[in-house]
C-alpha cells in the first residue's frame, strides 16, 4: 500500500481526508476536533519520513514516479515524484504543519473552520512540492490561495482583511503570468522536434520533458525562454518574496494569526524557491542566464534591504517579516550566482554554482526552521501582554526565564550563529557569490552584520533591560507545557541542521548537480542571437 | 400545374418525414405551452399547478434532446437541414438545445423553490418562461437569415414581459420598458443588416452566404469597394443585435438595470439562457462567410479582429464597473458582462484562424479549441452564474435585500448557501480547481495561438489575463461581506430548509467543481461536436 509511487499521493490527500471527516464533528467537540487535525498532520510527518525511507541516494533524478492521464485530450497527467529537492521540503512542510498545528491550540473562533483550511491548505502545499506536470502544479499553486485567503481573513489581525486581499491579489498576479508562460511552454512544445522526447503530438506539460527540450536547446527558441523567465520569474519571486514584489509579506504576516504566520515563513515562501528551482531555471536556461546578473542583484538588494527594514520597525512581528525578506534573498542569490565564460559560454566555477545552490537549499530548509520559531516566540508574548511594541517590552528573562532562553536560541539561529542551523546557508551562499562577483559577494556579507544588528537590539530590547515597562505586566506567566513542547520541536532541529548539515546536502546533492549539469548544457545548446547578449541585462 | 403538385408533395414529405421528428423537442414545449393556459381556462383543471406541467414538459424535451444528441454521435441520426433549409438539424444545435432544456429544468426547479410566481401568475410566468426557450433553441438551430431574425425575437419579447413580472415594482416597469426600446432598436438595426445581406445575396440560408458573397466581391477589393462597404456594414449591423442579446459593449446598457429590476430567478435565465442561444448564433454566422474566396474571407478576418477588441473592452468594461456596485444583482450583471467578454474572445479566435490566410491543418484544430473552449465555458457558466443567482433568490426571500453589505455575516447563519456562493465565485474568478478555470484556459489558449496569426489577439489576451486579476477584486467583496464580517445585531435570521433547498444549492454548485477536476470527458464530447460542426467529421 505504501510504495514509493503511492506514498505521495497519500502525503497530498491524507489532511483532506481528515479535513473531509472533520466536517461530520459536533460543533462544542472543539477539542475533539484539534486532536483529530493534529492527528492528520502527524500522518503525513510520519508519511514523509517513510518517504525518506523509500528515497535512494545517490540517484539525483526522480524518484517514485507516477503518471496517470488526467485530461488525454490536453496531454495533462496526474504526474507525481520527488528527488532531494522536494524531499527536503516536503518533510520540513509537514514538520513546520505539525508544529503549527500544536500552536494552533489558542485557536478559539469557528475552530471546524479553521482545522478544515488548515488541512486543505497542507493538500495544495504537499501538492505543490509533488507535481510534476506543469498544470497539475499550477492546480495546487492556485489551491493553497483559497484557504490562506480566509485564514488571513477570518483568524487575522485587526488590518486582517486588507492583508488578506493584498496576499491574494498578489498571487493571483503571479498566477496570472505563471499561466501565461505555461501556455507558451505548451504550444512551444508542440513542434515536431519536441515530438522526438514526448512521443505524442500537441504541446506537453510535462515538466520533465520540458526541461529535457529546454536542454536540448533548438527547441525552445531564445526569445522564448527570456519571455518565459520573465513571466515564471515574477510569478515566483512574489511568492519569494523578494524586492519589489514583497510588500504583501509584511502585511499578511502581520496580520495572520500566529500559526498562519508560521506557516507563511516556513512553508509558503519556500514554494516560490522551490518553484524558481523546479520551474524557472530549468524550462529556461538561456533565459536564467540572461538575467542571472540581475537576479544576483535582486537578490542582494532584499538581503540588505530586508535587513535595513527590519532594523527600522518598532512592530516585533514586523520585523521578523522583514527579516524574511532578508532571509530570502540569501535563497534567490545562492540559485542565480551562474557565472559563464563570455567565449565559449561554458559555465565557469561550477562547483561554486553547486555550491551556492546547495546554500539556497539548505537556507530555506534553515529558515524554514527558524522563522516559525521566531513567529512563534513572537506569539507566546503577544498572547499573553497583547502588544507587540519592541520599545515596550524589556526584562522579559527575569519574569519568562525559560521562554527567554528558548527564544534566544531561536533567533540566534535566525542571526546564523555557528553551530546554528542559520550560518550554513549564509556562509555557503557568500562563498559562492563570491565566485560571481566580489562586489556583491562582499554587499551580501554585509548583510549578515545588519542581520545581527536588528536581531540582537530586538533582543536586548524584549528579554534585557531591568523591567517590563509595558501594559498588562501582570499576565506576564511562564510557559505552558505545550508551547515548551513547541519551542523544543523547533530548537532540536536548529541544533542539529547546524551540527550536522549533511542531514541535507546528503539528499539535495545530488539532484542539485544533476540541475546545474542540464542548467550548463541547456544554456550551451540553446543558439545565441548575436545581438541578445549584449542589449539584455 | 403539376410541377406544383409534386413541390407541395416534395414539401409534405420532407416536414412530415423528417422535419417534425427531429423538431419534437420544441413541439413538446409549445405544447406544454398550450396545456398550461387550457388548465387555466377549464375550471376542472385549474387546481393543476402550472409548475408541475412547465417542469414534466421541460423534463421531456430534455430527455427527447438527449437521445437525439446520442443518437447524432452515435451515428443514428445524421445531420441534416430540415424545414426546406431554414434550421440545421446537427450536433451543435442538439447540443445548444439539450443545453436549453437542461437549463429550464432547473430554473423552473428555483422559481419552484423560491415561490417567486404565486399561484395566480404561474402559467403566464411558465409560459413567457418556455416560450422564451423555444426561441432560443430557434436561435441555436437557425440556419436562414429569416430564422436569425424570428429566434432573436421571439425569445426577446417573453424576456421583456418577464423582466417585468415583478408587477407594482417601479423598478421592475422600468427596467421592462428600457430593456423594450433597446430591444427594438438593436432589432431594428438587425433587420436592416439582414435585408442588406439578403438583398446582396439573393438568399437568406446560411450556408450559401460565403458562396455567394464571393460571386460579387472581385478579388483584391479592399474597403473603398462600395460591395465590401456594403458587406461590412450589413455584418456589422446583424453583429450589432447580437451583441445586444450578448450585452457586449457598447450595447450593454440594458443590462445593469434589467437584472436590478428583473427577479433574480429571471436575471439569472436571461444571463446564461439568452446569452447561450446568441453564441451559437454567432458562431453559425460567423461560420456563414466560410467556403467563400481569398476575399470574403479576408472581410471575416478583419470581423473577427473587431469582435476581438469588442471582447477585451467589454471584458475590460464590464470587471471596472463592476467594482463600485452596491447591489448584489447589478454587480452579478456586470460580471456578466464580463464574461461574455471572455466567452467572445473564442469566437474571436475562430473567426481569426478560420479565415486566415494561412490555414492549415494545424489552425483547423485551434479552431476546434475556440468552440471547444466557448461551449466548455457556456456549460461551466451555466451552474456558476445559475448558483450565484440562485442563492441571491434563496437569501432575498430571508433577509429581503439584495445589499451586499445585508449579507455581512451571512455564513454563521447559512453555512451551505455560502459556500455553493463560495464555489460559483471561485468558479467565477477563475481559479483552479474549478471549471471556470478550465473553461477559461482553453479560451486563453485559443487566443493564444491566434497571436501568431495576427497581433491584436495579443492586445485581446492580455486584456483577458489583466481581467481575471481584476475579477477578483469584486467578486472577493461577496465573499468578504458573508465570511469576514460579523453578522450586525438585529439582523434578521436566515433559515431554510436543508432538504429540497439545500440539495438544489449543492445540485447546482458541486459541478461547478466536478467540471475543473473531471474536465476530460466533457471537453472530447465537446471538442467532438465542435469537430463535427466545422469539419463534418
Known amino acids: 500500500m505504501f510504495t514509493a509511487e503511492t506514498l505521495t499521493s497519500w502525503i497530498i490527500f491524507v489532511p483532506t481526508i481528515f479535513a473531509f471527516f472533520l466536517v461530520f464533528f459536533e460543533k462544542k467537540a472543539v477539542e475533539a476536533m484539534r486532536v483529530f487535525a493534529l492527528a492528520g498532520t502527524v500522518v503525513t510527518f510520519f508519511l514523509s519520513l517513510a518517504?525518506?525511507?523509500?528515497?535512494?541516494?545517490?540517484?539525483?533524478?526522480?524518484?517514485?514516479?507516477?503518471?496517470?492521464?488526467?485530461?488525454?485530450?490536453?496531454?495533462?497527467?496526474?504526474?507525481?515524484?520527488?528527488?532531494?529537492?522536494?524531499?527536503?521540503?516536503?518533510?520540513?512542510s509537514a514538520f513546520v504543519f505539525l508544529v503549527s498545528m500544536l500552536a494552533s491550540w489558542g485557536i478559539e473562533k469557528h475552530v471546524k473552520g479553521y482545522l478544515i483550511l488548515f488541512l486543505i491548505l497542507e493538500t495544495g502545499v504537499m501538492g505543490v512540492f509533488f507535481a510534476l506536470d506543469f498544470f497539475l502544479f499550477y492546480v495546487f499553486w492556485e489551491v493553497m490561495l483559497l484557504p490562506m485567503y480566509f485564514l488571513i481573513g477570518v483568524w487575522g489581525g485587526p488590518r486582517r482583511e486588507y492583508a488578506a486581499i493584498k496576499f491574494f491579489l498578489y498571487t493571483l498576479a503571479g498566477g496570472v503570468l505563471m499561466l501565461i508562460a505555461l501556455l507558451m511552454y505548451y504550444f512551444g512544445s508542440a513542434t515536431p522536434e519536441a515530438m522526438a522526447i514526448t512521443g505524442h503530438s500537441g504541446g506537453s506539460f510535462d515538466l520533465l520533458k520540458l526541461a529535457e527540450m529546454a536542454q536540448r536547446g533548438d527547441i525552445f527558441s531564445p526569445g522564448l525562454q527570456v519571455a518565459g523567465f520573465i513571466l515564471l520569474f515574477i510569478g515566483f519571486a512574489i511568492k519569494v518574496p523578494t524586492f519589489p514584489f514583497h510588500t504583501w509579506l509584511p502585511d499578511a504576516h502581520v496580520e495572520a494569526p500566529t500559526p498562519i504566520s508560521m506557516i507563511l515563513a516556513g512553508v509558503l515562501l519556500k514554494l516560490g524557491g522551490y518553484g524558481i528551482i523546479r520551474i524557472a531555471f530549468p524550462l529556461c536556461p538561456y533565459g536564467a542566464q540572461v538575467a542571472a546578473y540581475a537576479l544576483v542583484a535582486i537578490g542582494v538588494i532584499s538581503i540588505i534591504y530586508g535587513a535595513f527594514a527590519a532594523l527600522a520597525q518598532t512592530d516585533f512581528k514586523r520585523m521578523v517579516a522583514y527579516s524574511s525578506v532578508s532571509h530570502m534573498g540569501y535563497v534567490l542569490l545562492g540559485i542565480a550566482v551562474w557565472k559563464i565564460s563570455e567565449v565559449t559560454g561554458v559555465a565557469e566555477g561550477r562547483d561554486y554554482w553547486l555550491m551556492g545552490m546547495n546554500g539556497a537549499m539548505f537556507q530555506m530548509i534553515a529558515h524554514g526552521v527558524s522563522s516559525p520559531g521566531m513567529f512563534f516566540m513572537v506569539g507566546v508574548i503577544y498572547d499573553r501582554v497583547h502588544h507587540r511594541d519592541l520599545n515596550q517590552f524589556g526584562g522579559l528573562s527575569g519574569l519568562m526565564p525559560n521562554y527567554s532562553g528558548m527564544a534566544a536560541v531561536i533567533f540566534f539561529a535566525g542571526l546564523g550563529l555557528p553551530g546554528l542551523c542559520g550560518f550554513i546557508g549564509e556562509v555557503f551562499v557568500v562563498l559562492s557569490a563570491w565566485n560571481y562577483s566580489k562586489t556583491l559577494a562582499i554587499v551580501s556579507a554585509g548583510g549578515v552584520i545588519l542581520t545581527a544588528g536588528y536581531i540582537l537590539w530586538a533582543l536586548q530590547?524584549?528579554?534585557?533591560?531591568?523591567?517590563?515597562?509595558?501594559?498588562?505586566?501582570?499576565?506576564?506567566?511562564?510557559?505552558?507545557?505545550?508551547?515548551?513542547?513547541?519551542?523544543?520541536?523547533?530548537?532540536?532541529?536548529?541544533?542539529?541542521?547546524?551540527?550536522?548539515?549533511?542531514?541535507?546536502?546528503?539528499?539535495?546533492?545530488?539532484?542539485?548537480?544533476?540541475?546545474v549539469d542540464t542548467l550548463d548544457s541547456g544554456y550551451q545548446n540553446t543558439p545565441k542571437p548575436n545581438s541578445v547578449q549584449t542589449t539584455q541585462k | 400545374?403539376?410541377?406544383?403538385?409534386?413541390?407541395?408533395?416534395?414539401?409534405?414529405?420532407?416536414?412530415?418525414?423528417?422535419?417534425?421528428?427531429?423538431?419534437?423537442?420544441?413541439?413538446?414545449?409549445?405544447?406544454?405551452?398550450?396545456?398550461?393556459?387550457?388548465?387555466?381556462?377549464?375550471?376542472?383543471?385549474?387546481?393543476?399547478?402550472?409548475?408541475?406541467?412547465?417542469?414534466?414538459?421541460?423534463?421531456?424535451?430534455?430527455?427527447?434532446?438527449?437521445?437525439?444528441?446520442?443518437?447524432?454521435?452515435?451515428?443514428?441520426?445524421?445531420?441534416?437541414?430540415?424545414?426546406?433549409?431554414?434550421?440545421?438539424?446537427?450536433?451543435?444545435?442538439?447540443?445548444?438545445?439539450?443545453?436549453?432544456?437542461?437549463?429550464l429544468i432547473l430554473t423552473i426547479?428555483?422559481?419552484?423553490?423560491?415561490?417567486?410566481?404565486?399561484?395566480?401568475?404561474?402559467?403566464?410566468?411558465?409560459?413567457?418562461?418556455?416560450?422564451?426557450?423555444?426561441?432560443?433553441?430557434?436561435?441555436?438551430?437557425?440556419?436562414?437569415?429569416?430564422?436569425?431574425?424570428?429566434?432573436?425575437?421571439?425569445?426577446?419579447?417573453?424576456?421583456?414581459?418577464?423582466?417585468?413580472?415583478?408587477?407594482?415594482?417601479?423598478?421592475?416597469?422600468?427596467?421592462?420598458?428600457?430593456?423594450?426600446?433597446?430591444?427594438?432598436?438593436?432589432?431594428?438595426?438587425?433587420?436592416?443588416?439582414?435585408?442588406l445581406l439578403a438583398g446582396l445575396t439573393g438568399t437568406g440560408s446560411l450556408p450559401e452566404i460565403g458562396h455567394r458573397l464571393s460571386l460579387i466581391v472581385s478579388q483584391g477589393a479592399g474597403i473603398s469597394d462600395p460591395i465590401v462597404r456594403t458587406i461590412v456594414l450589413a455584418s456589422l449591423m446583424v453583429l450589432v443585435g447580437l451583441a445586444?442579446?450578448?450585452?457586449?459593449?457598447?450595447?450593454?446598457?440594458?443590462?445593469?438595470?434589467?437584472?436590478?429590476?428583473?427577479?433574480?430567478?429571471?436575471?439569472?435565465?436571461?444571463?446564461?439562457?439568452?446569452?447561450?442561444?446568441?453564441?451559437?448564433?454567432?458562431?453559425?454566422?460567423?461560420?456563414?462567410?466560410?467556403?467563400?474566396?481569398?476575399?470574403?474571407?479576408?472581410?471575416?478576418?478583419?470581423l473577427g479582429i473587431g469582435i476581438g477588441v469588442l471582447a477585451a473592452a467589454t471584458a475590460t468594461f464590464g470587471n471596472l464597473s463592476a467594482y463600485g456596485q452596491t447591489n448584489i444583482k447589478r454587480m452579478l450583471a456586470y460580471s456578466t458582462i464580463a464574461h461574455a467578454g471572455y466567452m467572445l474572445m473564442a469566437v474571436s479566435a475562430l473567426m481569426v484562424m478560420k479565415f486566415s490566410k494561412h490555414g492549415g491543418a494545424e489552425s483547423t484544430a485551434v479552431t476546434l479549441s475556440c468552440i471547444e473552449g466557448l461551449i466548455y465555458y457556456l456549460f461551466v457558466y451555466l451552474f456558476m452564474n445559475l448558483g450565484a443567482f440562485a442563492i441571491v433568490a434563496l437569501v432575498r426571500n430571508q433577509i429581503f435585500s439584495e445589499e451586499i453589505e445585508d449579507y455581512n455575516g451571512l455564513a454563521t447563519q447559512c453555512p451551505l448557501l455560502c459556500f455553493g456562493m463560495a464555489l460559483c465565485i471561485f468558479s467565477l474568478i477563475g481559479l483552479p480547481p474549478m471549471g471556470g478555470f478550465f473553461a477559461k484556459l482553453v479560451i486563453f489558449a485559443s487566443v493564444f495561438k491566434a497571436t501568431s496569426v495576427h497581433w491584436a489577439m495579443w492586445f485581446v489576451l492580455g486584456a483577458g489575463a489583466i481581467n481575471t486579476v481584476f475579477g477578483l477584486f469584486y467578486y472577493i467583496r461577496i465573499l468578504k461581506a458573508m465570511y469576514l464580517k460579523p453578522r450586525p445585531d438585529g439582523a434578521r435570521k436566515v433559515s431554510y430548509d436543508l432538504m429540497p433547498v439545500g440539495l438544489f444549492v449543492l445540485m447546482i454548485c458541486l459541478p461547478t467543481l466536478g467540471l475543473g477536476v473531471l474536465p476530460a470527458r466533457f471537453a472530447e464530447t465537446f471538442n467532438n461536436v465542435a469537430s463535427v460542426l466545422l469539419t463534418g467529421r
Not at chain 1, 533524478?61 to 496531454?75: E, F, Y
Request: with cysteine; hydrophobic share 50%.
Open chain 2, 1 to 103: 400545374m403539376n410541377e406544383i403538385g409534386l413541390l407541395v408533395q416534395r414539401l409534405l414529405d420532407e416536414t412530415t418525414k423528417t422535419s417534425v421528428g427531429l423538431f419534437v423537442p420544441e413541439l413538446v414545449l409549445s405544447g406544454t405551452i398550450v396545456a398550461m393556459l387550457l388548465c387555466r381556462i377549464l375550471p376542472l383543471l385549474w387546481r393543476v399547478p402550472a409548475q408541475w406541467i412547465a417542469l414534466l414538459g421541460a423534463f421531456t424535451a430534455f430527455a427527447w434532446t438527449l437521445c437525439q444528441f446520442d443518437q447524432l454521435v452515435g451515428g443514428t441520426l445524421h445531420a441534416t437541414p430540415i424545414f426546406t433549409g431554414l434550421l440545421m438539424f446537427d450536433q451543435f444545435a442538439t447540443f445548444f438545445r439539450m443545453f436549453l432544456c437542461l437549463f
Open chain 1, 461 to 515: 530590547r524584549v528579554y534585557l533591560g531591568p523591567a517590563y515597562k509595558g501594559p498588562h505586566p501582570e499576565a506576564i506567566t511562564p510557559m505552558t507545557s505545550r508551547e515548551q513542547a513547541i519551542g523544543w520541536l523547533l530548537i532540536v532541529p536548529c541544533f542539529v541542521l547546524g551540527v550536522y548539515p549533511n542531514f541535507v546536502f546528503n539528499y539535495t546533492n545530488d539532484s542539485l548537480t544533476k540541475l
Open chain 1, 51 to 92: 518517504l525518506i525511507g523509500q528515497f535512494t541516494v545517490g540517484d539525483g533524478g526522480m524518484q517514485g514516479k507516477i503518471s496517470v492521464p488526467w485530461i488525454a485530450s490536453w496531454n495533462i497527467n496526474y504526474q507525481l515524484g520527488y528527488d532531494g529537492i522536494s524531499l527536503t521540503l516536503v518533510v520540513l
Open chain 2, 109 to 195: 426547479t428555483l422559481t419552484v423553490l423560491s415561490g417567486i410566481p404565486d399561484r395566480e401568475d404561474a402559467p403566464d410566468f411558465y409560459t413567457l418562461l418556455l416560450g422564451a426557450t423555444l426561441g432560443m433553441m430557434i436561435m441555436a438551430s437557425a440556419n436562414h437569415l429569416l430564422m436569425v431574425f424570428l429566434g432573436v425575437e421571439m425569445a426577446s419579447v417573453p424576456s421583456y414581459a418577464m423582466v417585468g413580472f415583478l408587477k407594482g415594482r417601479k423598478k421592475s416597469s422600468e427596467a421592462a420598458l428600457k430593456y423594450v426600446v433597446y430591444g427594438a432598436g438593436a432589432a431594428g438595426v438587425m433587420l436592416y443588416g439582414i435585408s
Open chain 2, 244 to 302: 445586444f442579446k450578448l450585452s457586449v459593449f457598447p450595447f450593454h446598457f440594458w443590462c445593469p438595470d434589467v437584472f436590478e429590476g428583473a427577479a433574480a430567478e429571471v436575471a439569472g435565465f436571461l444571463s446564461v439562457a439568452s446569452k447561450a442561444g446568441a453564441f451559437a448564433l454567432l458562431v453559425r454566422f460567423g461560420l456563414a462567410f466560410s467556403g467563400g474566396s481569398a476575399a470574403v474571407s479576408e472581410i471575416a478576418f478583419a
